[in-house]
């Protein structure tokens, strides 16, 4: 047990997890099976997730709208091989008004169907394209084994639907949401992601590629973070989206779609924290900074606050999210507490550091003495502004040099058979079938992550797996 | 029909309502019964409004967290007058992942059940108290009529929750967020709002009192745009929510509710538009500022252009929100479409006012030449601020004008029916019985919309309608 008496990673990761979930407020239980509560630390986390991608979303010109949660369910069974991916998976609503319904409505797992209607409705000619639309909402998908943040069956994300005229531009707009995707995984989560092709069978029901975003978590496995999909022209025959192009012809639009959700929360309490608890990077912490007086005597209250508030003032003029713990409890239950809540930055401020104009400053990222400076307040906004830069850099380097120290080039099955077993992510060459890949999961528990870009100029080499020639490099993992 | 082809006002409010919201892409039509889609237009005017009151929200202490969608059928039975209330409304899940649930689930019509038995496991003590949260969600009523915006089957909302050791925290946390509706209201919508106590009839089912914000439309009819619940310790004792106090004695909660929704994009429509179209407040106008290049020869549009874009730029930099129309259209097409959207100042630059370093501003509140004025390009940015902020101030002044010409008091029965048929509204003294107000409404077709609190101590006057002595002023119209 660790001081938080919270279970050890090493002992058991998942249950790490979970008590780490409630223990630090980031979500509840709830009475709805399957589903959670997320709680305002969790929810503000969430917020400054929105907030990033929403920016860089808007950047490239992506506007928001809002479709209906309901979906007819002759709607789904339009594209085949979507309705056949989320048929388990769907609530069904029957009755409405006291009445049971004619046509039975699907609470939206996804909405590409109800939005590939409405884009049959407001594209006529090519001066409608591109559209680029993007939902922020709730989707339901009824999962069997769920878990807070990673599966739940009710999930809050964002969607991304566009129509293109050709698709040389759609595959351009799958890939440019991919890299907003990564950036904002590395420049905001300070996870680093690797972008890739996904496998036919990990592929999106009705998709012509799926492309995704891995993170490692620190128990080693795989999370798929967040996933842009070349849709072909796939919905657009289902739904006839068409237009009119320059010479009066009718043609069939290209469509995308990409998806990020409340997953990417378990993302960063699983890229990141530690047996003490959450760390979490300063761009996404709902508290940046955590302002604690220190003091023994009530007659040292005045002058320790009196010195405190004028910086947290200060600080919070400069756009930090400070937060200042008055309470009536020991400094080191306090520094446990927060240390638990993965807050970024720790200021403290004694009769001592009164009188000598000096205060001492706590980093989440690096425990104990090392992680400790005694600072002046002179200048003390830029000290904190550049610490908190320092921490965010420092949590994307760690979890940079975890991710590739456990990641291992394979020839052989056997020595992949190996890396797996030893709770790392393989990489080598694949020409499998579906039924090989399918018969890898089935052996050894790991699924292909995708086919990396950053290997996919390697020109061919043997299959680990077939001892065939293989032109592409594959990652296999064991993933939530 | 007006320049746009929309029915006037005058003629029929209703259809100059429908076609205005679809012609201007606030909204398009769904396949689902009673939902529509939100378009990018009506999404933006919708963020306006979320911004403005979640910044209201956050600097009074409150949090965002979010609840599940479903809520088990006998979450809802537990408090009578709730379940009461809602029942007709409801859409029930009862089918899900393949089976029929035992327990179907309710879709969220409105979340005080299920925030309710999440509250009674958070609050264990005084110290607990106040627990301040909001949620942002979408909530489901199937609704027989429904009209964009105004009702829908599903809608968008924000919902505040809150728990108190006292009454008197409690109905200080009701009239904090009425206040913070109002405010909203007035400043940001630039809606002119009559604050007050519903009656028996029109009070929140499961609450003590309601508080309501009503706004006159431009057909004088009464919009309820936004209600504050004190529901007293109604839910508390139905869900358990119990405090320790400072004596160590189990108390029950005081809890409030407040909710506000999409219901607003509609009361901006019909609280400023014209047989024009749209206007909307620059405060909650995704285009503050369309900007027009004027040309009639290919070899203009170059000088004009480069005379426009840094003064595009230099608004931008300071925040305001511009839109570039460089269509090949002609100008009078542009300034019909622009004015039909509402948007508030129109900034023109043809090659004469290159020469003389001159632009034409137009204010959509007040059209034609008199709206109209040409101004030096030295200090555009000041000038259109300006404007922008004087547009804001008369679109309240004219709504405030209006209503307060069409609220009439009356002393008799006679009377009230005599103002509600010439579409006004009607102020008196009342006394009335619940099931007279139910005749009033039958007989006339006018509502009580609240008891304002303006004319709260006015002491006690003769009831119109039972002659008797009242001590309080009621509001009647017809509303939406």
């Known amino acids: 047990m660790s001081k938080q008496g919270v279970t050890p990673q090493s002992e058991n990761f998942s249950d790490w997890y979970n008590e780490i979930v409630y223990r630090a407020d980031l979500a509840a239980k709830s009475p709805v099976r399957g589903c959670v509560i997320i709680k305002p630390y969790g929810y503000e986390v969430w917020e400054g997730i929105k907030g990033g991608l929403d920016r860089r979303f808007k950047e490239t010109g992506h506007q928001n709208a809002y479709f209906p949660l309901f ?37 939206r797992p996804t909405s590409e169907t109800v939005i590939g209607e409405a884009f049959s409705e407001w594209i006529q000619s090519y001066r409608d394209l591109p559209l680029l639309i993007n939902q922020w909402a709730n989707v339901v998908r009824w999962e069997l084994r769920t878990r ?11 969607e991304g639907h566009t129509a293109h005229a050709t698709h040389e531009e759609s595959h351009e707009e799958t890939m ?82 990409w998806g990020l959700s409340t997953r990417m929360v378990g993302a960063v309490v699983m890229a990141h924290g530690d047996d003490q608890g959450l760390r979490l990077p300063p761009k996404l912490a709902p508290i940046q900074v955590v302002a604690i007086p220190i003091y023994r005597k009530d007659e040292e209250r005045g002058p320790v606050m009196e010195t405190l508030m004028p910086i947290v003032d200060e600080l ?21 507490d927060w240390e638990m809540r993965g807050v970024p930055v720790r200021l403290e401020i004694g009769p001592k550091d009164v009188e000598k104009g000096n205060a001492a400053l706590a980093r989440r990222d690096v425990l104990g003495r090392e992680g400790k400076q005694f600072v002046s307040q002179e200048g003390i906004v830029k000290t904190i502004q550049d610490l908190l830069d320092e921490v965010q850099a420092s949590l994307l380097a760690d979890a940079t040099a975890f991710r590739d120290a456990n990641i291992h080039d394979v020839a052989t099955y056997d020595e992949l058979k190996q890396v797996i077993e030893a709770g790392g992510w393989a990489r080598g060459w694949w020409a499998g079938s579906d039924d090989d890949e399918r018969k890898v999961k089935d052996e050894t528990g790991a ?8 290997h996919a100029d390697a020109g061919s080499g043997k299959c680990f797996y077939t001892e065939g020639s293989a032109d592409q490099i594959a990652l296999f993992a064991k993933a939530y």
């Open 71 to 107: 979906i007819p369910e002759s709607y789904l069974r339009r594209e085949a091989e979507h309705v056949e991916g989320f048929s388990p998976e769907l609530a069904v609503v029957t009755v409405a008004g006291g009445k049971e319904l004619e046509e039975p409505l699907v609470v």
């Open 148 to 158: 807070p943040f990673l599966r739940t069956t009710e999930f809050l994300w964002q």
């Open 176 to 257: 440019r949401m991919l890299d907003i995707y990564a950036d904002f995984a590395v420049k905001d989560a300070a996870i680093p992601v690797i972008k890739g092709l996904k496998s036919n069978i990990e592929r999106f029901a009705g998709a012509l590629h799926t492309y995704t975003i891995e993170a490692m978590m620190r128990d080693k496995r795989a999370l798929q973070s967040g996933t842009s999909h070349d849709l072909g022209q796939n919905f657009a025959k289902a739904f006839e989206i068409k237009y009119l192009d320059e010479a009066n012809d009718l043609q069939f639009c290209w469509t995308t779609s």
């Open 316 to 336: 919070r003029a400069v756009g930090i999210r400070v937060h200042v713990d008055d309470r009536d409890q020991s400094p080191g239950f306090k520094f446990n």
């Open 447 to 454: 699924t292909l992550r995708c086919f990396p870009f950053d």
